[in-house]
């Protein structure tokens, strides 16, 4: 049997046994299929059922998570930790709490995962949980009684040693905060590294906030380099207003770029003289309202509902708020419109379909997996401080960050090079992640 034939063997075995969870399907097609060179070379992963086993989740939760709103009525949410891979460490990787959440949501999230916490270099495995609960319009109350509702089962699957989860979509160190202190209470233990994204006051690390926003842009402007171009006066648009879209917006504002629209999931606003990042922060961070309030503050920008935000001209593209945010015909916008590069904030936020026209057209992908992975290393970074009970300064972590981010370019530029790839990014990340994997794997026997 060829080895071609084997990948797609394995994919449709794992569409046969995840029905209907068509996100897991889509990123682990795109994973497999770039794997074709490397298991070429290597037949032993093959006869170890590497493959098999790499798209097989270790364990599988799922839960209820009861709780009472503020008029008093019961409401119940579902609950899932999905525990993907621990060939390198414990499993790693953040909770969602969005209304979309489904086991398939979190399997193509946990599967991902695997490989990026892998190419971070660090001791990490891959997980990842969540809720369908929705944290929009709830109140302050009602958040703190659903997050100690859920941390009533998840306490007895997670640990330092075990796995350990941390922030993602409507997960903030707010809920970090009432998760962890459910965790204490439960367990009678002051287990710092059990949950990253803490807050500063609990033993949380300075930086972790801003760390996937920047480190996205780290990647950025290592990609850029690599191609003879850079981040100065170039003119982005960056989709979401959440933590990672705030610090992108942050960071590439500092190297000299223009950040001219940003949206929601109810409309985008563009302001053709940069967007004011103070503004959004008052209006995301603090107040916690809609990004239309920002023409509020700046009557000359726009605000649009019902248009995609990927139609406005800009020469890079940072999509940080979901998955398939560009899909096909957005791509052809920005192709049409000029842009160079995209960088991917948010997991898996390109379609396969709009990846390859990227790549066809010449324009410079920097994919999720290596891109936005400043945000679980420096989840590492807090844990390696919880263990030795010290904290490091904003400025150490921040260039902790910068080396880690410059180190992946690096290696994901060289493996696509060496697999004839060049500057396909995409199945750089994906080899290079996998062969970590693989070859911890590999040492362990068949377990
Ligand atoms: P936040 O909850 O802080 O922000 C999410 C943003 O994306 C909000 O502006 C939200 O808009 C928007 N958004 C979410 N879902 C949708 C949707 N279905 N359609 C349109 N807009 C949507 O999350 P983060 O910033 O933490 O996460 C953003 C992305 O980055 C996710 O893909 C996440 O997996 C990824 N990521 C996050 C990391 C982290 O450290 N936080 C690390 C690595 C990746 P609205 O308020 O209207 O819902
Ligand atoms: O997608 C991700 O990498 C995250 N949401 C962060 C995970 C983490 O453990 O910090």
Same mark, same amino acid.
């Given at each position: 049997m060829?080895?071609?034939?084997?990948?797609?063997?394995i994919?449709?075995?794992?569409?046969k046994r995840?029905?209907?969870?068509?996100e897991?399907?889509?990123?682990?097609e795109?994973?497999?299929?770039?794997?074709?060179?490397v298991?070429?070379?290597?037949?032993e992963?093959?006869?170890s059922?590497?493959?098999?086993?790499?798209?097989?989740?270790?364990?599988?939760?799922?839960? %209820?998570?009861?709780?009472?709103?503020?008029?008093?009525?019961?409401?119940?949410?579902r609950?899932?930790?999905?525990?993907?891979?621990?060939?390198?460490?414990?499993?790693?990787?953040?909770?969602?709490?969005?209304?979309?959440?489904?086991?398939?949501?979190?399997k193509?999230?946990?599967?991902? *995962?695997?490989? =990026?916490?892998?190419?971070?270099?660090?001791?990490?495995?891959?997980?990842?949980?969540g809720?369908d609960?929705?944290?929009? /319009?709830?109140?302050?109350?009602?958040?703190?009684?659903?997050? *100690?509702?859920?941390?009533?089962?998840?306490?007895?699957?997670?640990?330092?040693?075990?796995?350990?989860?941390?922030?993602?979509?409507?997960? /903030? %160190?707010?809920?970090?905060?009432?998760?962890?202190?459910?965790y204490?209470?439960?367990?009678n233990?002051?287990?710092?590294?059990?949950?990253t994204?803490?807050?500063?006051?609990i033993?949380?690390?300075?930086?972790?906030?801003? #760390?996937?926003?920047?480190?996205?842009?780290?990647?950025?402007?290592?990609?850029?380099?690599?191609n003879?171009?850079?981040?100065?006066d =170039?003119?982005?648009?960056?989709s979401?207003?959440?933590?990672?879209?705030?610090?992108?917006?942050?960071?590439?504002q500092?190297?000299?770029?223009?950040?001219?629209?940003?949206?929601?999931?109810?409309?985008?606003?563009?302001?053709k003289?940069?967007?004011?990042l103070a503004?959004?922060k008052?209006i995301?961070?603090n107040?916690r309202k809609?990004i239309?309030?920002?023409?509020?503050?700046?009557?000359c920008?726009?605000?649009q509902?019902? =248009?995609?935000?990927?139609?406005i001209?800009?020469?890079?593209?940072?999509?940080? #708020?979901?998955?398939?945010?560009?899909?096909?015909?957005?791509?052809?916008?920005?192709?049409?419109n000029?842009?160079?590069?995209?960088?991917?904030?948010?997991?898996m936020?390109?379609?396969?379909?709009a990846?390859?026209?990227f790549?066809?057209?010449?324009?410079?992908?920097?994919? %999720?997996?290596?891109a936005?992975?400043?945000?679980?290393?420096? %989840?590492?970074?807090?844990m390696?401080q919880?263990?030795?009970?010290?904290?490091?300064?904003?400025?150490?972590?921040?260039r902790k960050?910068?080396?880690?981010?410059?180190?992946?370019?690096?290696?994901?530029?060289?493996?696509?090079k060496?697999?004839?790839?060049?500057?396909?990014?995409?199945a750089?990340?994906?080899?290079?992640?996998?062969?970590?994997?693989?070859? #911890?794997m590999?040492t362990?026997?068949i377990?």
């Open positions: 060829s080895n071609i034939r084997k990948i797609e063997d994919i449709e075995i794992v569409k995840n029905p209907g969870e068509i897991f399907h889509q990123a682990v795109e994973v497999l299929f770039s794997l074709r060179p298991i070429k070379q290597h037949p992963y093959i006869k059922g590497i493959l098999e086993r790499i798209v097989e989740p270790e364990r599988q939760i799922i839960f %209820s998570v009861p709780w009472v709103d503020d008029a008093g009525n019961v409401q119940v949410n609950g899932f930790r999905v525990q993907f891979n621990s060939a390198i460490g414990p499993y790693k990787g953040g909770l969602r709490f969005h209304p979309s959440v489904y086991l398939g949501i979190i193509f999230l946990g599967f991902e *995962q695997i490989f =990026k916490n892998a190419l971070t270099g660090l001791p990490i495995g891959g997980g990842k949980g809720s609960f929705n944290p929009k /319009g709830k109140s302050n109350e009602e958040i703190m009684r659903f997050c *100690q509702s859920f941390m009533l089962e998840l306490y007895r699957h997670i640990g330092q040693f075990v796995d350990i989860p941390a922030g993602d979509i409507g997960v /903030g %160190s707010r809920e970090i905060g009432y998760l962890y202190g459910q204490k209470r439960i367990r233990s002051f287990e710092a590294g059990v949950l994204g803490k807050g500063l006051p033993s949380g690390s300075l930086a972790r906030t801003q #760390a996937t926003g920047y480190g996205l842009i780290y990647f950025v402007r290592e990609m850029l380099k690599a003879n171009y850079n981040l100065k =170039k003119t982005v648009i960056i979401g207003s959440g933590n990672v879209a705030i610090y992108a917006c942050e960071k590439i500092e190297y000299g770029a223009k950040v001219v629209a940003m949206n929601d999931s109810n409309g985008f606003i563009y302001d003289t940069g967007i004011n503004t959004i008052k995301k961070e107040e809609r239309s309030e920002y023409i509020k503050y700046h009557p920008a726009e605000y509902e019902g =248009k995609s935000i990927w139609s001209k800009c020469d890079l593209a940072l999509p940080c #708020a979901t998955q398939n945010d560009i899909d096909i015909k957005d791509a052809k916008h920005l192709i049409d000029g842009c160079i590069a995209i960088g991917e904030g948010a997991n936020p390109t379609t396969n379909e990846i390859k026209i790549h066809k057209n010449n324009i410079l992908v920097a994919p %999720s997996k290596a936005n992975a400043g945000g679980v290393a420096t %989840s590492a970074l807090e390696a919880n263990s030795m009970r010290l904290s490091w300064s904003f400025e150490e972590v921040n960050l910068d080396d880690i981010m410059t180190r992946i370019f690096k290696d994901v530029n060289e493996v696509s060496k697999y004839n790839l060049p500057s396909n990014y995409v750089g990340a994906n080899i290079s992640g996998f062969l970590r994997v693989a070859e #911890a590999m362990q026997g377990v």
